[in-house]
């Protein structure tokens, strides 16, 4: 079965340091990656997606995710974390084969001033 | 301009009624879905419509039928409500390039 996992809930960090959001996939061939953000109330935004080429994907917001195949995973990663950046976010994939996306079970970001 | 609205963004209303949500994109694209968010934030696919046509049908209880008049829209009709159906629902669109562009959600409660 295809599926996308998010192993953590909740990710807590204090502004100005690195965020990490972890995500791996278990999907067939070559997957589509993308990761979604939800912000309080409203609708999901597109952050950004791998579909091939440089493992290391930049986004919006400043923003990035490597893309890693051997373990599977395409963690979202920000050097310097911002209050702002507080919100639910999702990972999501295609598989190659398929047209329908599955999405993480999302992971609760809180950024602490 | 929202490039995906749907309406309303509210909606409460008793166990047993019939209530429809709508959703109209103005990006041109052909494929639209809608999503379900229960209360964990878990987000589930539906429906997805391409070109007025259905080409996901997820197990979903046939008292939700989606109906895509063009397509620009793609509306989400409940019968007969139950109180499980309390969620937000989510509209969506798909680019070429298979990004998903959402609309702001409705929050659905069933009394």
């Known amino acids: 079965a295809q599926s996308v996992a998010q192993p953590e809930d909740q990710v807590n960090v204090a502004e100005g340091n690195p965020l990490t959001v972890k995500c791996t996939y278990s999907?067939?061939?070559?997957?589509?990656l993308f990761w979604y953000v939800q912000y309080p109330n409203r609708g999901l935004q597109f952050l950004l997606k791998?579909?091939?080429?440089?493992?290391l994907v930049k986004g919006s917001y400043g923003f990035e995710a490597e893309f890693n195949k051997s373990q599977t995973s395409f963690h979202l990663k920000k050097p310097s974390a911002l209050v702002s950046d507080s919100a639910l976010y999702f990972c999501?994939?295609?598989?190659?084969?398929?047209?329908?996306?599955?999405f993480g079970a999302g992971t609760t970001v809180t950024v602490r001033a | 301009d929202t490039a995906v609205s749907q309406t309303p963004k509210y909606l409460v209303t008793q166990m047993g009624n019939d209530k429809s949500i709508k959703c109209e994109q103005n990006l041109g694209h052909d494929t639209m879905y809608w999503y379900k968010q229960d209360s964990k934030k878990f987000l589930k696919i539906m429906f997805s419509y391409n070109n007025k046509e259905l080409i996901i049908n997820e197990t979903v209880p046939n008292r939700f039928s989606p109906k895509s008049p063009d397509k620009a829209h793609l509306n989400l009709h409940i019968n007969s409500l139950e109180l499980g159906d309390s969620a937000v629902y989510f509209c969506?669109?798909?680019?070429?390039?298979?990004?998903?562009?959402f609309g702001s959600g409705t929050q659905l409660s069933v009394l």
């Open positions: 999501a994939a295609i598989p190659s084969n398929d047209y329908k996306l599955s």
């Open positions: 791998y579909i091939t080429g440089d493992n």
């Open positions: 969506a669109s798909e680019s070429v390039e298979e990004k998903l562009f």
């Open positions: 999907v067939s061939g070559n997957p589509y």
